[in-house]
C-alpha cells in the first residue's frame, strides 16, 4: 500500500536554527498537509497545499514557517528560526482528487528544540 | 470556529472488554466526522469514517454512527483485543470541500491488557 514517508523521524535542534522536515507524498496526489500535536495536546491544522501553492493556513503558520515542493516528490516545511514551544511532533498528509480519496498520514517527525 | 472534544485516557481494558471512547463536535452545516488511530511509531491511519448523519462507519470490529441531533461520533467496539492498543483520534472535515483540513480531538490513549 503506498505511503507518506517524512523524515528524519526525530531531530533535535538548537534555539534560533532553521530546520527542514521533509515528506514524500503519494505520487499521484494532488494535496498536500503539514499538522503538529504538541505533546498531550490536539493536533492542529498547519497549512495546505494545491497546485504549487499555498490553500490555506492556520494562525500558527507565521513568517517563520514555510513550504516548498522543490521537485514534485518531496514536500518540506522549514521553520527558518525555531523557538522552544516549536518543539512537537509534525505530520505530513496528502490527499488524492475526489471524494474517495482519504488522507495518508506519514508517521510524522518529532522536532525538539533544546 | 469547528473543534472536536474526546474524552480523555488513558483508558485501560482488559482483553474482551467493551469500548466506547467519546466524540463530539462543534462544526456549521454538515461536516464529514472520521476517526483515526496511531499505533506505537507508526502514522495517523484512518479507521472509520461517515459522511452524513445517521451514517454508521465501521472497519475492523469498531462501529460509530454520525448523530447530528446530539452532534456525537462515539466510537464503540464489542470485545477489545490487545492489539488495540493505540491513541485513537476523531476527526471533522468542514462541508467546504473535499480537500478540506481535519479539526482533530487531543487523541484517547487506550491500553488493552490479557
Known amino acids: 500500500e503506498p505511503e507518506v514517508t517524512q523524515t528524519p523521524s526525530h531531530q533535535v535542534t538548537q534555539m534560533g536554527q532553521e530546520v527542514i522536515l521533509r515528506c514524500v507524498p503519494i505520487?499521484?496526489?494532488?494535496?498536500f498537509y503539514w499538522y503538529r500535536q504538541i505533546l498531550g495536546q490536539k493536533v492542529e491544522f498547519l497549512v495546505s497545499?494545491?497546485?504549487?501553492?499555498?490553500?490555506?493556513k492556520s494562525e500558527i503558520f507565521d513568517d517563520q514557517f514555510s513550504v516548498e515542493r522543490p521537485d514534485g516528490s518531496n514536500f518540506t516545511l522549514k521553520i527558518r528560526s525555531t523557538k522552544l514551544e516549536d518543539s512537537a511532533m509534525y505530520f505530513c498528509a496528502s490527499k488524492g482528487a475526489g471524494t474517495n480519496y482519504g488522507y495518508t498520514f506519514g508517521s510524522g517527525t518529532r522536532l525538539t528544540v533544546v | 470556529g469547528n473543534s472536536v472534544t474526546q474524552m480523555e485516557g488513558p483508558v485501560t481494558l482488559s482483553e474482551e472488554a467493551f469500548l466506547t471512547i467519546n466524540c463530539t463536535y462543534t462544526a456549521t452545516g454538515y461536516p464529514s466526522l472520521f476517526w483515526y488511530v496511531q499505533y506505537p511509531g507508526e502514522g495517523l491511519q484512518l479507521l472509520l469514517k461517515?459522511?452524513?448523519?445517521?451514517d454508521k462507519g465501521s472497519n475492523k470490529g469498531f462501529e460509530a454512527t454520525y448523530r447530528k441531533e446530539t452532534t456525537s461520533f462515539h466510537l464503540e467496539k464489542g470485545s477489545v483485543q490487545v492489539s488495540d492498543s493505540a491513541v485513537y483520534f476523531c476527526a471533522l472535515r468542514a462541508s467546504t470541500g473535499t480537500a478540506s483540513k481535519l479539526t482533530f480531538g487531543t487523541g484517547t490513549r487506550l491500553q488493552v491488557t490479557l
Open positions: 505520487s499521484n496526489h494532488l494535496y
Open positions: 497545499f494545491y497546485n504549487n501553492e499555498i490553500s490555506e
Open positions: 461517515a459522511t452524513k448523519a445517521d
